[in-house]
């Protein structure tokens, strides 16, 4: 199962992610093996697995790397020794194996009881600031919702407000081309009324001239 899940790290991740490589990291293996064999556990990416351990993990267990490398370094030694030594009894590289293997279980059990205690103290602490994070963001979300909301109102009533503004010019604008055409129509009319009255009007008297009527 090596799909990517989108839900966030628990403590049992980060705590297998933590024990898997702290066990390469003593058996001499890669971080990159570490990493495949964990999201073979818990479902997620070894690219995730190595940025989770990168980002987060890794800082908490520094000196827990510190003692995985010195054991894997002791153990290298032990095999060297081992190849130098060929001439080394069957009985007594079994029982020095056996007390190695041995000292090894003990430590690795104490390493192990320490880190969960130490990872647990640490995480109780992260996850309350992270808690705290989160309720702080819930509440700045909530705010800019409002915000957005209160906005929205306010943008539909300016946009009805500037539909009545234009209706109202439109109006208006109407209104004043008819009354442009009113006193245009006026004008003529009074144009042609004073062409009317400045022309001399004239009659016949009985006697057969014109005369002019004032």
């Known amino acids: ?7 966030a790290w628990s403590p ?11 066990r390469h990291i003593r058996e001499g293996s890669t971080q990159l093996a570490a990493f495949e064999e964990v999201g073979e556990r818990i479902g997620r990416t070894s690219a995730a697995c190595g940025f989770r351990w990168n980002s987060c993990v890794r800082k908490q267990y520094e ?20 190849y130098a030594a060929p001439h080394v009894s069957s009985v007594g590289t079994a029982e020095g194996e056996e007390r190695a293997y041995k000292n090894d279980a003990v430590t690795e059990e104490s390493l192990s009881i320490d ?18 994070q989160i309720k702080a963001l819930e509440r700045e979300l909530r705010d800019k919702e409002e915000e957005l909301y209160s906005l929205r109102e306010h943008n539909e009533k300016l946009m009805s407000e500037v539909d009545n ?7 208006v604008n109407d209104d004043y081309k008819t009354l442009i055409q ?10 042609l009324n004073e062409e009317d009255e400045a022309k ?15």
């Open 115 to 132: 880190t969960v205690i130490r990872f647990l103290r640490q995480w109780k602490g992260t996850y309350q600031e992270l808690h705290r």
């Open 165 to 171: 503004v234009q209706t109202d010019y439109r109006a």
């Open 63 to 82: 000196e827990a790397i510190q003692i995985a490398k010195q054991q894997r370094q002791k153990r290298n030694y032990m095999k060297k020794q081992s």
């Open 1 to 7: 199962m090596t799909a990517v899940r989108q839900d």
């Open 200 to 214: 001399p009007r004239f009659k016949m008297d009985a006697n057969g001239n014109l005369e002019r009527i004032e």
């Open 182 to 191: 009113i006193m245009d129509r006026a004008r003529r009319l009074t144009v």
């Open 12 to 22: 049992d991740d980060d705590l297998i992610l933590a024990e898997v490589t702290l």
